[in-house]
């Protein structure tokens, strides 16, 4: 019916289809992207590791699988064992103890958040210790990590795109003001520690900048046009460095993200701003 369906949580690759869908538009980084990222990052500190992968058994799980298969081309065996899960599981227990027969250096969770808090707190209690790496759908401090035991997720690694409102080197920044001002004057009793505050946030500041380049021709066409030429548009609730990019061809907004590691009881970014995009840096 040609209604402009823009920013749709997700960063599934079916999603960024102009040609099929062109009043469809994502928002989030893309998961093979995010993906990709992590295999950069093990190829480089973990040349001769062993990887074992839990993923969600959806498009947003067999994205991520397929940006670490393609970011381990060069080397496929690297992926020693990999495990997919049902939404509908009460728990993915099982899951990790098998992974953990395949003897991986790296254990990495494509996971949703409450599956996520599952597999952390399962490593601890199994008291096994392989660098761990999550996906970002599954770093909230105050939904995964908290919950999974702040023992347990201590040195897990992830990767983000926007500021962590936990994080207090963002106390005087511009753009955390502006997301508190927000917040304050009109979703007073929001957690504004939930890193789903910040992504609707994010999704709505992206939205008001489309909406604002419309000027006074806001039929669905001219909606679409702008939500398609945005160029490196930076925006207060990311990280620095990483920026909102799209075309007629290419509807995936965000592809950047910086690494981060979970430490005490925060995340702490580490490494410069990498590109996920194939052929990027």
């Known amino acids: 019916k040609k209604v402009p369906q823009l920013f749709v949580a997700t960063g599934a690759t079916k999603w960024n289809d102009p040609k099929a869908f062109p009043w469809t538009m994502g928002w989030l980084p893309s998961y093979q992207s995010e993906s990709r990222i992590y295999a950069k990052y093990l190829l480089k500190e973990k040349p001769s590791a062993k990887v074992a992968v839990l993923y969600q058994n959806d498009d947003m799980g067999k994205d991520y699988l397929k940006g670490l298969e393609d970011g381990f081309a060069s080397d496929p065996a690297r ?3 990999k495990e997919s899960y049902e939404v509908a599981e009460p728990t993915i227990d099982s899951h990790v103890v098998r992974l953990k027969s395949a003897n991986p250096d790296v254990i990495i969770f494509f996971t949703t958040p409450k599956f996520g808090a599952q597999a952390i707190k399962k490593l601890g209690e199994m008291n096994w210790k392989p660098m761990t790496i999550v ?19 201590q040195g897990v690694i992830s990767a983000a795109y926007a500021k962590d409102a936990s994080d207090p080197q963002w106390k005087d920044d511009a753009g955390m003001k ?32 489309v909406l604002r380049r419309c000027g006074d021709d806001l039929t669905r066409a ?24 799209t075309g007629p061809a290419d509807f995936q ?5 910086q690494l981060m590691q979970f430490k005490g009881e925060r995340w702490q970014l580490f490494g410069d701003v990498i590109s996920g995009e194939v052929g990027g840096n």
């Open 79 to 81: 992926i020693a064992a």
């Open 135 to 153: 996906s970002n759908v599954s770093a909230s401090t105050a939904t995964v990590m908290r919950p999974a035991g702040l023992d347990n997720a």
């Open 178 to 209: 502006a997301f508190d001002e927000l917040l304050a004057k009109y979703m007073p009793d929001t957690n504004r520690v939930d890193a789903s505050a910040m992504t609707g946030y994010n999704m709505a500041t992206t939205m008001v900048e």
């Open 222 to 245: 001219n909606v679409m046009k702008q939500a398609a030429s945005l160029k490196q548009f930076a925006q207060g609730g990311l990280l620095p460095g990483v920026t909102l990019s």
């Open 253 to 257: 907004p965000i592809e950047q993200l």
